[in-house]
């Protein structure tokens, strides 16, 4: 059972910076892909920035070039967020994907944290 944990959520103004955290544990399987989503209230649940076992990254159009994602370590993820705007306000959610290759195929698992609140006043 894989249990993501997510830390660094919190109110910052217009312009400010925050950091967050997540950890992945549980498992001693490989976590192949983690990354960042984030829902408003009443919108849906967006991509920020996802990062590939093998290091690639996407960032979403909205945060490309303020935001900055980073596996610290197998199973550990930060965003940097700079240059922060009210509309980043959402709950921002830690997210990990494992892949399982095995003799009978492959298995997905996606994984979530809890959510942490980033509130961006103007």
């Known amino acids: 059972q894989v249990q993501l944990v997510e830390s660094g959520g919190g109110l910052v103004q217009a312009g400010g910076s925050l950091r967050l955290s997540c950890g992945a544990s549980?498992?001693?399987?490989?976590?192949?892909?983690m990354g960042w989503y984030r829902q408003a209230p009443g919108n849906q649940r967006d991509l920020v920035a996802i990062i590939s076992e093998g290091g690639s990254i996407n960032y979403a159009d909205s945060v490309q070039g303020r935001f900055i994602i980073s596996r610290d370590a197998p199973n550990a993820l930060s965003l940097q967020m700079n240059s922060l705007k009210p509309e980043d306000t959402a709950v921002y959610y830690c997210?990990?994907?494992?892949?399982?290759?095995?003799?009978?195929?492959?298995?997905?698992?996606?994984?979530w944290g809890q959510g942490t609140q980033v509130t961006v006043s103007s």
């Open positions: 549980g498992t001693i399987f490989t976590i192949n892909a």
């Open positions: 997210y990990a994907h494992r892949t399982i290759v095995e003799e009978l195929g492959r298995r997905e698992f996606d994984y």
